[in-house]
């Protein structure tokens, strides 16, 4: 009604997201969905995201070669430390800093792609999360490591992780 009375429009999206489940209207179809599914965090929209790239690795084609870690520390990604300043070396080798989602090759355990779930609540503009978030994000850019950004208010997570997977 506010955006209405302010002289904008609504419109109701034909984009599904997987995220959709995380509104209070969906509570139950979220309770629903997720009972037959294979819980891995607290969190349901981890839960929902493992579910998604779950059945992406399983109906895809030429993705079987992929499978997926949940919260791997940084520090077991990392080889070599030296090209990295003192606040990221604190950061990166910190027992809680993790990747949310890891795809790897099943073969040569070789990562293919880091995955973060970013909850709207917690990764504000301006927040200390968010600081924390550029700092992973520039650690994994100095090894090489592909990172896909997936907020809970996005749309089309499907889309975007078969194409950085098929890059």
């Keep these: 009604r506010y955006i209405q009375y302010n ?12 995220f959709d489940y995380l509104y209070k209207e969906y509570n139950e179809l979220r309770k629903g969905y997720l009972k037959s599914k ?5 969190y349901d929209s981890e839960n929902l995201m493992y579910s998604l790239l779950c059945d992406i690795l399983k109906e895809e084609e ?6 997926i870690s949940h919260h791997v520390p940084l520090r077991m990604l990392l080889r070599d430390a030296r090209i990295l300043n003192e606040e990221e070396k604190r950061y990166a080798f910190n027992r809680l800093t993790h990747v949310d989602f890891l ?15 970013d909850g709207t609540t917690y990764h504000g503009e301006d927040s200390r999360q968010a600081e924390r978030d550029a700092m992973k994000d520039a650690i994994l850019k100095k090894y090489g490591l592909p990172l896909l950004r997936l907020r809970t208010d996005g749309s089309r997570e499907r889309q975007q992780i078969l194409a950085r997977l098929r890059e």
Excluded: G
């Excluded at 294979?38 to 607290?42: A, L, N, P, T, Y």
């Excluded at 030429?62 to 499978?67: I, K, R, S």
């Excluded at 795809?103 to 779930?117: C, G, I, Q, T, Y």
């Design 7 to 18: 002289n904008f429009s609504v419109r109701t999206s034909k984009i599904h997201s997987i």
């Design 38 to 42: 294979k819980m891995i965090s607290q």
């Design 62 to 67: 030429n993705l079987e070669a992929y499978d």
């Design 103 to 117: 795809l790897f090759n099943k073969f040569d355990k070789s990562p293919k792609l880091a995955v973060e779930v």
